[in-house]
């Protein structure tokens, strides 16, 4: 069997602005992954979008059709996705004790975090195969020059091989390859993912700024999709490393329970204005019911799954059609 595992990561520990840095693998086997990159290449040419999924660009609705489909695609495939959370303070000060400079801190995090995640995916494939039939794993880490500077590639490969061997694992690393996220779509996934996951730890949905909007509506429209919401909390697993030999797992059901209730609140809050509005003027078309309630254009599609819920069709109807 073949199984194959995407990296990337969000924000650097050596950016001193961040309180912490995020370290994400998506892994999954390669029929699993080339039907998922399938179903998204359709969603993308149905959309009439070949623009990258990239969450921190997303700043507009509209495209919101074409996340919510890739997304409620992705989580409703057979799919493990790790994420780490590294305290940057932490780190600093462990590198402190042994008197590490911030290259050298960054260069050994290069290779300890991956390697722990990618073990978090290989470490039990039981539920795919059995325990003689040996995995071959190929693994995927964005383009990035300060991985070729530490020949990340290789030693990515002699690390979990002895991991492997050490555990008496069932697994062989194969091949690491530097891959350009705009030809790839499974590290699109894993980038959008990262940024959702950072948005609700962060609680940027608190901020009333027109992209914090946009973002938290399609994150809430994905969730309440099907049984989205339950296969998030089943199919996502975060870690935090905070300067112990152990990680700490981190349930994500804490994060997104405050989330839902602060969506649900604003969106209660808007659709009364709606109602009120249209009350005094039934026949008002929408783009005169946008500019009443000062949204920009950029925030359409979110008026549009309003007017949907208030009338009883459903707030993503126009979404999963």
């Known amino acids: 069997m073949n199984y194959l595992i995407y990296f990337d990561e969000s924000n650097k520990i050596d950016q001193f602005n961040k309180e912490f840095s995020y370290y994400g693998a998506y892994g999954g086997?390669?029929?699993s992954l080339a039907s998922i990159v399938k179903k998204v290449n359709q969603i993308n040419k149905e959309s009439k979008s070949k623009s990258e999924l990239h969450f921190r660009e997303y700043t507009k609705d509209r495209h919101i059709k074409k996340y919510f489909k890739t997304l409620h695609t992705?989580?409703?495939?057979?799919?493990?996705?790790?994420?780490?959370?590294?305290?940057?303070?932490?780190?600093?000060?462990?590198?402190?004790?042994?008197?590490?400079?911030t290259e050298e801190l960054r260069e050994l995090f290069y290779i300890k975090i991956p390697e722990r995640l990618f073990y978090g995916l290989t470490r039990d494939f039981s539920h795919l195969v059995s325990a003689e039939e040996l995995v071959n794993v190929?693994?995927?880490?964005?383009?990035?020059?300060?991985?070729?500077?530490?020949?990340?590639n290789k030693k990515l490969i002699e690390q979990m091989?002895?991991?492997?061997?050490?555990?008496?694992?069932?697994?062989?690393?194969?091949?690491?390859?530097?891959?350009?996220?705009?030809?790839?779509?499974?590290?699109?996934?894993?980038?959008?993912f990262i940024g959702i996951v950072v948005f609700l730890l962060e609680k940027s949905y608190l901020t009333s700024s027109d992209v914090s909007i946009i973002k938290s509506d399609?994150?809430?429209?994905?969730?309440?999709?099907?049984?989205?919401?339950?296969?998030?909390?089943?199919?996502?697993?975060?870690?935090?490393?905070?300067?112990q030999e152990e990680l700490k797992q981190v349930n994500i059901s804490e994060h997104l329970s405050p989330?839902?209730?602060?969506?649900?609140?604003?969106d209660i809050s808007e659709m009364v204005k709606i109602q009120e509005i249209l009350l005094h003027n039934p026949?008002?078309?929408?783009?005169?019911?946008?500019?009443?309630?000062?949204?920009?254009?950029?925030?359409?599609?979110?008026?549009?799954?309003?007017?949907?819920?208030?009338?009883?069709?459903?707030?993503?109807?126009?979404?999963?059609?």
């Open 138 to 152: 190929k693994i995927k880490i964005d383009q990035n020059y300060e991985y070729d500077k530490i020949d990340l």
């Open 218 to 243: 399609l994150i809430y429209r994905f969730l309440i999709e099907g049984d989205n919401l339950v296969r998030f909390q089943n199919q996502i697993r975060l870690f935090e490393w905070t300067g």
């Open 283 to 321: 026949t008002m078309d929408t783009k005169k019911l946008r500019e009443t309630l000062g949204y920009p254009n950029t925030m359409l599609r979110l008026l549009l799954g309003y007017r949907d819920q208030i009338t009883g069709k459903g707030r993503n109807t126009f979404l999963v059609n």
């Open 74 to 101: 992705v989580i409703n495939e057979n799919i493990r996705i790790n994420i780490l959370i590294v305290n940057n303070e932490d780190a600093f000060k462990s590198s402190s004790k042994i008197k590490l400079n």
């Open 161 to 192: 091989n002895a991991h492997s061997a050490y555990r008496n694992k069932n697994y062989r690393v194969r091949k690491v390859i530097s891959q350009d996220s705009e030809r790839s779509i499974p590290l699109q996934i894993i980038d959008t």
């Open 29 to 31: 086997t390669d029929t």
């Open 259 to 266: 989330f839902m209730v602060h969506k649900t609140d604003f």
